[in-house]
Nanobody, 116 residues
Framework: QVQLVESGGGLVQPGGFLSVSCAAT????????MGWYRQAPRSQRRELVA????????LYGESVKGRFTVSRDNAKNTMYLQMNSLQPEDTAVYYC?????????WGQGTQVTVSS
């Protein structure tokens, strides 16, 4: 059972930046995939933000390409999401995601609000 603990998030003005992190209870090197999804207010769908597979390829959602970047600290079993040039439409709950041994795991979510 993989547990994911997110931190970071909060309120930021348009054009600003923010970082969120996701710490896993197992070695992230063993995961088939790890990344981030988000769910906007009044939406019932989780949208891909970024997803890195074990072959080292990272897929970014179209709406965040060029603005968001994922990185990892293997020693800390932690993945980071750096978000730049944030816009109000980036307001959402951001969820950490892992696919490991055929099972999907999700973090509890962290709120990111972009507003002036």
């Amino acid at each position: 059972q993989v547990q994911l603990v997110e931190s970071g998030g909060g309120l930021v003005q348009p054009g600003g930046f923010l970082s969120v992190s996701c710490a896993a209870t197992e070695s992230i090197n063993t995961f088939a995939a790890m990344g981030w999804y988000r769910q906007a207010p009044r939406s019932q769908r989780r949208e891909l933000v970024a997803r890195r597979t074990s072959d080292g390829i990272t897929l970014y959602g179209e709406s965040v390409k060029g603005r968001f970047t994922v990185s990892r600290d293997n020693a800390k079993n932690t993945m980071y999401l750096q978000m730049n040039s944030l816009q109000p439409e980036d307001t959402a709950v951001y969820y950490c995601y892992v696919h490991h041994r055929g099972i999907d795991y999700w973090g509890q979510g962290t709120q990111v609000t972009v507003s002036s």
